[in-house]
């Protein structure tokens, strides 16, 4: 059973930068493509940006793309957001989520999400 848990959200102010965290485990996830997406309140969620596990090729949404990095630490099975020169419009609970394949297709697994406000 795959399991995501997120970690990182808080409090920033417009400007600043967080950390997001997804540990992965029970399976190896060598084939899978790790992704984040985010919920922001009153709107529909969407994809922020993805990696493939073996590769590490990356994809962004247009509205993160300068500002947010998608990694992954092989060795801890975790796959991190940095989000840098946050705004308002960031703020939305964070999603990880993932799929065993590196094609295109919708994701099967879900984290319970970690919320970020961005608020002076």
């Known amino acids: 059973q795959v399991q995501l848990a997120e970690s990182g959200g808080g409090l920033v102010q417009p400007g600043g930068s967080l950390r997001l965290s997804c540990a992965a485990s029970g399976r190896t996830f060598s084939t899978y493509t790790m992704a984040w997406f985010r919920r922001a309140p009153g709107k529909e969620r969407e994809f922020v940006a993805l990696i493939t596990w073996r590769i590490g090729s990356t994809s962004y949404a247009d509205s993160v793309k300068g500002r947010f990095t998608i990694s992954r630490d092989n060795a801890k099975n975790t796959v991190y957001l940095q989000m840098n020169s946050l705004k308002p419009e960031d703020t939305a609970v964070y999603y990880c989520?993932?799929?065993?394949?590196?094609?295109?297709?919708?994701?099967?697994?879900w984290g319970q999400g970690t919320q970020v406000t961005v608020s002076s």
């Open positions: 989520a993932a799929r065993p394949t590196v094609l295109p297709g919708s994701f099967e697994y």
